[in-house]
């Protein structure tokens, strides 16, 4: 199992698993570099190798450095958060135990060489995850708006069509619920 990510579609990932890739960012890059090394490897070696691509995963147990888990962290501290771009960049978010579930599929249910997108079945801007985030903690976010990053994508939505029939991959946790959940996780874990 090679896990990639969106990000090696580029700058808008938007369809199925036929979109061209072309990453903008050494991220981007170094997973389809990846994903190109395992299937060399299949290829060479007869090891079968199934590619998921993972679109914006979130939930309990986030590493700190992403998105939600900062934005979180500074809305329970009371502090202001750093928005890079208008805020209308939308995200195909995929909540964590989904990605689980339809990982343990894969291992049992897969092709060998292929590739799946895993993406939540809604597209959300990241003003509305804010709004969600002030819902869930009860806070009003003060934002400093910066301009966009480089590299950072503008748009996801990915299509899970092929997921969906072959892996049984369902999008089952709406982004009000699973970010409520993160909130709650990392509120009781003191992470702010």
């Known amino acids: 199992m090679q896990i990639s990510t969106s990000s090696v579609y580029g700058t808008t990932a938007v369809g199925d698993e036929s979109l061209e890739t072309a990453p903008v960012s050494p991220y981007g890059a170094t997973k389809l570099a990846a994903e190109h090394l395992a299937l060399a490897h299949w290829r ?7 590619i998921l691509r993972y679109f914006s995963v979130y939930g309990p147990g986030q590493r700190p450095d992403m998105a939600y888990r900062k934005f979180i962290s500074r809305a329970l501290a009371g502090e202001s958060i750093d928005l890079y771009g208008s805020g209308e960049q939308s995200r195909s978010n995929t909540y964590i135990d989904d990605c689980v579930a339809v990982t343990i ?28 985030i002030e819902n869930h903690t009860g806070r009003k976010i003060n934002i400093n708006e910066l301009p966009q990053a480089r590299g950072d994508q503008q748009r996801t939505f990915g299509d899970s069509t092929k997921a969906r029939k072959a892996l049984g991959f369902e999008h089952s946790v709406t982004l009000e619920e699973g970010l409520g959940r993160q909130i709650e996780w990392q509120r009781s874990n003191g992470l702010f």
């Open 105 to 132: 599929s894969a291992m049992h249910n897969s092709q060998p060489g292929e590739i799946y997108n895993i993406a939540g079945g809604t597209e959300r801007s990241l003003n509305e995850a804010l709004a969600i």
């Open 44 to 50: 060479d070696s007869g090891i079968p190798v199934t």
